[in-house]
């Protein structure tokens, strides 16, 4: 089964809030254990998953490591708590990120959570412009060359330029959206439909109980 | 049928800065085709822009006057109102989508004047099909070509339904053969469907026979001329000879091939650039222009050898590489690192490798003969399209590299500026012995300046001038 967007992301919030206050590491490996599966099951990028997995692994080990070495009480548990609330995270932030397109995700919060659609295409042009983003970084770098100059990746002048070049984009975006008709508050006609039958809300719902329920209890 | 109507309109974009439109006065006649004319800066875009309600919504403030549609003050009516009954054209074709897809801009556009959901695809299909780009539907926009972006612009405006289609600058970034269709395209949608038609442009050639009124906005104020200035400026294209084969430049391209997304492009071109010589890359739109220029500056991938005094140059770091080719950028907004005029030129003089050319003085002549003396505290992001250009090619002449690439360095430009633009080349080549290509679609009067022409034709680099 395919969750919807709205409802995956409902149910992000509502154990990703939580999380951030429990102490049950039983709870969180059974998140982690829960979006795996999904992820897999839906095809996800296993690569993908593997890589974020690799790089957040030695942050994961800081993390615990911290915890070991300068905390108070039981050193072990509270590190193993936050290792395994960091993955939970990850994965379950993955749920919805791996398995759903952007454009997908935008209009679903749009006709199921009244975000509004200046935010959502807005958002979307943005997305559409993240590889010119790439270009222009690249670009602005050699015209910098070009004038005897080196920008190096970790210099502010790179990223002053590129929002520049980004605030230029997002006037003549919002001018060409307007001369296309889009107008800020009025209604519009969508075209874009996807299903939301009620028991995934159920499903939402009782998932977050579960959670809710393991994390007090185990 | 809808009437526009500009009465008595004054506009500025800075509160103390000079007016940008002195009271305009005008209402097209519907279902006619206008040409709108005027040099570079002279408030082409600004008009346009404020007939279709962008201005003063996106800054700037009206003095005088207002702009009514069906005798409504045009900033009471909401954009999707608007949309049916006007659109505008924009110069950059990159630049108007915000989605991904043509057919998904085309969606997007009627779902904003409230279009049944039922009757969208049929609509999308028929406005894809009478620009004849059925098959681009689902393709990229980012992959699409500067032609090709402008059909899906015209497209999309056509879906609309608006009655007046206004265009600033169209086929700026266009090859001749794209300009040549979109035109009689135009004029088809003139007289089969109705539309009134105002283009802004300052190539004038082509419109002869197709316009009905020109109009010309000079000291930023509007008159109707009649179309007898159209013919004055139209001279047969000019040719050119092929380039020198001896006194070469250091630079040279040996068995050189490129591909882009698995297409071949261009197929093993062999050129040794002339020394001290100013020469034409010339092509249709697409044929790679740009990326060859892309490959010789080292911005992309190529198969083959580009040599530098007969070594490889992929042994010379980027770096040291961007010292020995220059490039104009055909954006005049990638070439510009700081922010005013005057920090732009400092900045070019600080690393010249002419340093004892490039004097204060000289600097200060060259601005005067450029009208820029005026603009050096100015941002550049705030001077007009032609003065970019201008400050552009000032900044890299400045910078001195022995070769120069210019990509489109005379777009945009009235005749006096592109005159001003070529000058200023062709001085500093010859002064220092330096050697450039540029890319132009535009060939009228480039006969004084330009020593050679290369042309990129079905993927072979033809080096034997114009037949």
Redesign the interface.
Known sequence: MTLNPSVLLIVLLGIGFPMAFTQSIVANTVVCCIALLYLITHHANLKTIGLVTLVSLPLALGTGWSFIAFGTGDVWQQAWLQVSRLFAYLYLGMTLTLTTKV?EMLLSFVLHLHLSPTFA?GL??AF?LL??IQR?V???R?????????YHLWQPQLYF?AI??AI??S?????????????EG??????YQDKLPKWQWLLAGLLILIYLLLSLFL | MTKLAVENFSFRYREDGPEDLKQINWAPTPGSFNLLIGSSGSGKSTLL?AM???LP??GGAITTGQITLDDLPIATV???E???RF??L?Q?PS??????TPAD?I???????????SL??EQVATALAAVDISTLANQKL?TLSGGEKQKVALA?ILA?GSEYILLDEPFANVDPHARHELMHLLKTLQIEYGKTIIVADHDFSGYTTLVDEVYQLSNHQLTQTDASVLNACITANPFFPAPSRNNLSPLALIDVRIDMAGRNLLQSANFALPAGQLGLLSGVNGSGKSTLFAAI?H?RSYQGTITWQGQDSQKIK??QW??LV??V?QDA?????ALTVADELT??Q??SHLPDYWTDARIQRTLTQLDLAEHTNANV?QLSGGQQKKLQVL??LI?G?PVLLLDEPLAGLDMDSMHQVLDLIQTSLRDNQMSALMISHQRIGLKPYVDYEISLHERHLDTGGTQ
């Open positions: 454009k295409y979307l042009a559409n590889p010119r222009q690249k670009i602005i050699y015209s910098a060359n070009l004038r005897g100059i080196t330029k520049l070049s230029q984009w006037d003549d975006l919002a001018q060409g959206m307007a001369s296309h008709g889009f107008s009025f209604p519009r006609t969508m075209t | 822009k279709t309600g962008l919504q996106f909401a954009p999707f608007r949309a049916k659109a505008l924009f950059n630049r108007q989508f915000a989605m991904a801009q969606t997007f556009a009627l779902e904003n004047i409230q279009t049944d959901a969208i695809p980012m999309t609309l500056t911005q980027l770096k961007a010292q220059g490039l950028f907004l990638d070439q510009f690192v900045l070019s600080q690393h992001y900044s890299m910078m590299q």
